[in-house]
């Protein structure tokens, strides 16, 4: 039957009532339903569930804030609406089920913790709103999209580097400093030893006596953290907690090298895809896709772990993190210093060989 004759059988039915009180009570309950699935209806399609940050970051062992905005861009009240969000098996704290009424034109944001213990991808959510009209017959119901949450390898301390980036002694490892000719400081005048190819005709015209170029400073020397997660090298016992204990030391190292301002490259021997060398990075804000690989590394169990990929230019300070030390490299220019990763050594602060 289509939905013409529904509607004409009703209204027939209606007429055939014996009692105009009948008549009029069956009136008001066919109105009052109608207003109620006008409004189920209003109130479902003008709700906006969305996460404040659809990706989430944080370190091993740190708490992050999980918010979501809930908007209600329609001119009638919600409800009482059931708001339920899932911490994907993680620590949590804060209310993660609850009970709202949201005003109409009204925005409200709720937040949780969450805390992650093991490095990699976690899934947090969906996130779901359900609600009713006042007659409790016409329900609906919002879902919104998971969220992503990347737990980075927990950080260490560090022992044996200098601070600021002034070494407190002589040291092999001491980062040189030189001129970045792509960070143009402003003009100086000439002075004698000051190469000619720095002469700057325009400054010069314009100040009236020579002037030559000048640069910020940079490291002369970029560093290369390479983690080795290949597992036939690797002890047996505590194997997987040798594992662990690498990517923390790479963690802290690629953190504390971009602190100081150093240019930084990152490569994991691991079954990862492609490509295996990340870089270069200089300071805080370039660290999060290398703390990213690392989280997401997995370390390769084959047998016969494949060849070394391409390395960044020389020269370079290669940091090397692993169970063994690295064999003879094929290029010259490389200045390796091997953080081992070993049953006593492993574990506690970073600290330089």
Known sequence: MTKAGTVALLVLAWAALPWPAA???????????????????????????????PLLRAFSGRRVEVATVFENLSPLPTGLVSF??????????GE?????????????????????????????GPLT????????????????????????PALRGVTGWPQGGVPSGPRAWEPALSDDPSRLRSYRDFEPGDPLSRLSAAAWAR??????????RTVARPSGVVVDLRLAFYPLRLRWALVEGALETAATLVWDL?????????????????PATWGPGRGWGNARPFLERLALAAPDKSEEPGPLPVLPP?????????????GPLPVRGFDVVWFPMEEVRAYGAVAHP
């Open 23 to 53: 008549r009029w009570a069956a009136l008001f309950a066919a109105l009052f339903l109608s207003l109620g699935a006008l409004w189920s209806f209003v109130v479902g399609r003008l709700l906006r569930v969305r996460a404040a940050d």
């Open 84 to 93: 339920f969000d899932s911490a994907g098996g993680l620590e949590a704290w």
């Open 96 to 124: 993660t089920r609850r009970w709202v009424r949201v005003a109409p034109y009204r925005r409200l944001r709720f937040t949780f913790a969450v805390r992650g213990r093991e490095r990699g991808e976690r899934i947090l």
């Open 129 to 152: 709103v359900s609600g009713t009209d006042p007659t409790g017959l016409f329900p609906f119901e919002h879902v919104s999209p998971t969220r992503t949450l990347i737990v980075y």
């Open 207 to 216: 100040r009236g006596r020579p002037q030559v170029l000048s640069f910020d």
């Open 258 to 274: 971009l602190g100081r301002g150093e240019t930084v490259w990152l490569t994991v021997l691991d079954a990862g895809p492609p």
């Open 314 to 326: 020389a020269p370079l300070r290669l940091l090397w993190v692993g169970p063994r030390a690295p």
